[in-house]
């Protein structure tokens, strides 16, 4: 059966490439719907959804559209955990790569250094680098991608010792194959299908630190990120809940699109897997 | 005899989408008390399902979809799940193929045999505790007392299933259902698990329903046997009537691919030496601290061989016999310690691996298992084709020769377009042949190429294996741990134990005429030894 | 005896780690935008260059990288993790104060985290594809995609401001000035909502960990046997796959330790509680670099610990490790 066919098996799956698409189209069309800066002061702050036609989600606290940062915010946070996830899996893919091919010393020094990233809290290493580098939306992408990437690094390790061993590759060397072939060309290939749905596991962590740290006031103050928005609506929690409320759901639904797509990735990639 | 354990036209049927409708048809069978009933087929012809089935453990999706499984003249396929847990362990009790994975790693032997008295009887801890003792004392395992604390990794495979043996047994069932239950041993361990069944079914009356795709424990354990395949007995009968005799055309061809034990007349060979294994040594050094409690293994000890151009030099050996290591010393994926390997006067051991790579073309391997062998993401053609691409023919050259490969191992040259999951087991072992043949080497390593085939398709790769050795004048090194198949191929052969070489000469003088008492050990530990014998007398 | 012995090796193992630590995050800080006299002078309301350079002095901060370095590493073999500018302690001192409220939270969360999330992936194992545990798997899900944060302004909002049964921030009552049992059973009402949010979430992974693992060792030959043996689903459970299971859940409280004490960052900042987290925030703000190393210190040093914990059990779960493998 075709990948696609064992995708859409799954009503779960589908419900996340739904959710994701809709996620997508926000994005796609928020310049569409909101052409204005959605950082610029729009009308009466405090106004609550659904009571004027012009803000239907309501204004916050400076007097900002709700609605339009929630459409920008999707762009954001796309933009922030598509890079971040990329950056990340190409660190994780390389050390991992090389300490299970190689082995030995080489082993031990990668692994030391991984084992060194995650005994440091990440989330502390990510306030160090945005205390050190700044807060602009380069820098928190970078900084994301950096923290993140010791799981995918363990996991292509591990794929990597276990293929390494296997007869095929051991048939590309007694054939005169290369390291650089056989790492790139005969193991990687075979190694990827898990990390590409680990992908989803970072992407999904990279959209949730952003937004903490942009709830904390750390992250990019110049962009509309929905982090940012619930930061603001903590000043008025007591009454006006909405404006923390709002964004939060725009997270949830978002996080929740890609950890559903990489469970049906995965559960089309290991059939065996489902169903038992 | 009444049989206490009847299948009486049983049907199972798979799930939809598998490849056929039914894992089982009309199965009728009948084991009566103190009788070993030997079920035998290939992969895939229903036997296992055949255990699982009367035990009722299928797999999700599977089912009894016809017939009656008559215990002690009751029909299990009818009873309650509840009914049904009070028959296993106690009535019929079950062995596996794989004793470490068959037993929980996390606890001990002793508890993990304790429990079938547990769930069965109303016994007290004391009482347990030495009916498991006299239970380890009756499957002969060295220090019962000391087993009963061990986990299952610190036995060894044998003891294992000795431990097995002794749980399954607990409760004195009147049924023994053995899946497969040596295949994973060596040979001489085999030798003595299935003596221990034997004699335990004896004094005990079990009617014994053993399940096997090895005609020679048949030969060796069987009071009747049943031949399945597809789903269905094709024969049954008398174990000496089906061995000698049979009459159904499947269960003939089966018997006819199982290889003699005595090795053909020796083929002319030259005295050239085409490689030559000089004192070759690896050990491994496992564990310790800067040096201190450090375990050294000597995987090859000081082995020296001479191959002949032409000819075939087995080297046999039970598992952790280092013949597997000596292989892959020999194409250097494992760098010897010590000593030479000269392929045509050139010294093997001592290039560096920018050397060894363009010295690959003179000596290649075929490995053993056809699955794992082969790159799941490149077709058929392209693997075929990569040892030539790296060693500098154009691609579409390469390509070009693959297909004329194919052909050679008796392979579709249109089947070069074909992912390897497409290909059947022995399909893929000749796929693996081409790749090793492309580089049109002097020498070729062979790892066990036949153990994971089936005995049909075994004999096919095998005869392939003659033909192209005999049009190609290809020298061969051909490892593996069956004697039978070893007496077949090879004109020289060398028995391996424990890293060190403890024999070697001409097939037919080593096999014949044994001078080390390990070798004496091997060759009478081959299930169905005196069949091998008797049927070589026919073919001659 | 040798459990201690390997776990003790392990231990030893993660110093060159911690080094490398330490290292890493003092030449990183090299690069941050004014050192901790800058602060200093910004929190006294400026003053002259003399100053700024006698200070400097003071603090060894006019001595080369390499030598600076040397001294900080020096002063951290001997436990002295300097004095903090904006607190006016040692950052000994100010670490120390805020430790309790962390350990606590994380104790909490962790072990409801690990409990439930334990029980729920069994039951939802037990029924794969039926409605409990689609129900357990799409509450796990959820809580997985909710940012922490968001969680914790939302139970405030019910709990807090609406309902009204539980405090909305803070470690204790102080204005009461408690004692005793009433001060523990006080701090215990603060800590509910900030340890369902920072729990929930790694109950969220645990659960789909445990559910995942325990559907691997149903599959596995052994509980062929075990069944083989005429025993009962439940006995088959609790005897032979619950221990399996288990593994793979232990190994990840040792790997997610990490994760955990930076999430706690967060959460005690929504619930302003006076832990190491804020700090780490609270320093970030203030440039007070002095205090932010000493907390990437401490935090190394807790998840080097809550390793050695996680070697230790796993150790006894697990026979085969202690085999020399």
Known sequence: ?276 | MTPILVLDTVSVKLPEGADRSHAMSDVTLSVAANEILCVVGESGSGKSMTANAIMRLLPGGVAIDGGRILFEGRDLAGVSEAEMRKVRGAGIAMIFQEPMTALNPLRTIGDQIAEMFEIHTDLSKREIATRVLALLEEVRIPDPALAIKAYPHELSGGQRQRAMIAMALALDPRVLIADEPTTALDVTTQAQILELIRDLQKRKGTAVLFITHDFGVVAEIADRVAVMSQGRVVEQGVASAVLENPQHAYTRQLIAAVPPLKAPPPRPLGTEPILTIDHVSKTYRTGGFLGRGQRVTHAVKDVSLVLPKGGTLGIVGESGSGKSTLARCLVRLIDPESGEIRLNGRDLACLTREEMRAETRHIQMVFQDPFASLNPRRKAGELVAQGLIVHGTARSEALARAKELFALVGLDPAATDRYPHEFSGGQRQRIGLARALALEPDVLVADEPVSALDVSVQAQVLKLLAELRQRLGLSIVFITHDLRVAAQVCDLVAVMKSGEMVEAGPIGEVFGNPQHAYTQALLASIPGRDFGLRRQAEVA | MRVLALAGRRLAASIPTLFLILIGVFLLLQFAPGDTVDAMMAQMGGGDATTARQLREFYGLDLSLGAQLANYLWRLVRLDLGFSAIYGKPVATVIAERLPATLLLMTAALSLAFFFGLILGVVAARGVNKWQDTLISTLGLVFYAMPTFWFGLMAIIVFAIYLQWLPAGGFEDITVGLTGLARTLDIIRHLVLPTLTLGLFYMAIYLRIMRGSMLEVLNLDFVRTARAKGMDETRVVVRHVLRNALLPMVTLIGLQAGTMLGGSVVVESVFSLPGLGRLAYESVIQRDLNTLLGIVFVSALLVIAVNFIVDLLYARLDPRITAGR
């Open chain 1, 1 to 276: 059966m075709s990948l696609l066919k064992l995708y859409f098996r799954s009503p779960s799956a589908i419900i996340g490439l739904l959710l994701l698409l809709l996620v997508l189209a926000m994005a796609a069309t928020a310049d569409w719907f909101y052409p204005r800066d959605p950082l610029a002061l729009a009308g009466r702050p405090l106004l609550w959804p659904f009571t004027n036609p012009r803000f239907l989600l309501g204004t916050d606290n400076s007097g900002r559209d709700i609605a339009a940062q929630i459409f920008h915010g999707a762009r954001i946070s796309l933009l922030i955990g598509v890079v971040a996830t990329v950056i990340s899996i190409m660190i994780g893919i390389t050390i991992g790569a090389f300490a299970g091919y190689y082995g030995g010393w080489v082993d031990t020094a990668l692994m030391r250094v991984t084992e060194a990233f995650q005994t440091l809290p990440n989330f502390i290493l990510l306030l160090v680098l945005v205390a050190v580098f700044g807060s602009t939306i380069t820098t928190v992408t970078v900084a994301i991608g950096i923290v993140s990437w010791p799981a995918s690094a363990r996991l292509t390790r591990a794929e990597f010792l276990s293929l390494r061993s296997r007869e095929f590759v051991q048939a590309g060397r007694t054939l005169g194959l290369k390291d650089a072939k056989l790492i790139f060309g005969e193991i990687l290939p075979n190694a990827l299908p898990p990390v590409i749905v680990y992908a989803s596991v970072v992407m999904a962590v990279a959209i949730l630190l952003e937004s903490a740290l942009a709830f904390l006031k750390l992250s990019d103050p110049n962009v509309a990120s929905w982090g940012n928005l619930i930061g603001a609506g903590r000043d008025v929690l007591r009454v006006q809940w909405y404006v923390s409320a709002i964004p939060g759901v725009a997270i949830l639904i978002t996080v929740l699109a890609v950890s559903l797509v990489g469970q049906g990735l995965n559960d089309a990639l290991n059939p065996r897997l489902k169903g038992r």
